[in-house]
């Protein structure tokens, strides 16, 4: 894995990609030698799963619906659109 520091990478960052794409694997970037992003390959199908899943609102948000539904505090589908119809 490869590692650049936020200077290299905002002077190369054509380079940069183009070797994650190639190689497959993620580069990581430091500022003042502190860990700070990687960039990662991503395929067309794998974007949607990825901000999906390093979304912390919609993580929070699915704790916060998985506990509602455990406590009950939950309708169906019909009874929602029934209500929204109304």
């Known amino acids: ?3 650049f520091s936020i200077r290299d990478l905002s002077r ?3 380079r940069v990609v183009d070797e994650v794409t190639r190689t497959g694997r993620p580069a990581l970037v ?3 030698g502190e860990l700070v992003a990687a960039v990662v390959p991503l395929s067309p199908e794998e974007v949607e799963d990825y901000v999906l899943a390093h979304s912390p609102d919609l993580i929070a948000s699915l704790a916060e619906a998985e506990r ?6 939950s309708v169906s589908l019909a009874d929602a659109l029934a209500e929204l119809g109304d």
Request: proline share 0%; net charge positive.
């Open 1 to 3: 894995m490869s590692t």
């Open 12 to 14: 190369n960052a054509s």
């Open 30 to 32: 430091t500022k003042r």
């Open 68 to 73: 509602d539904y455990a406590a009950g505090r």
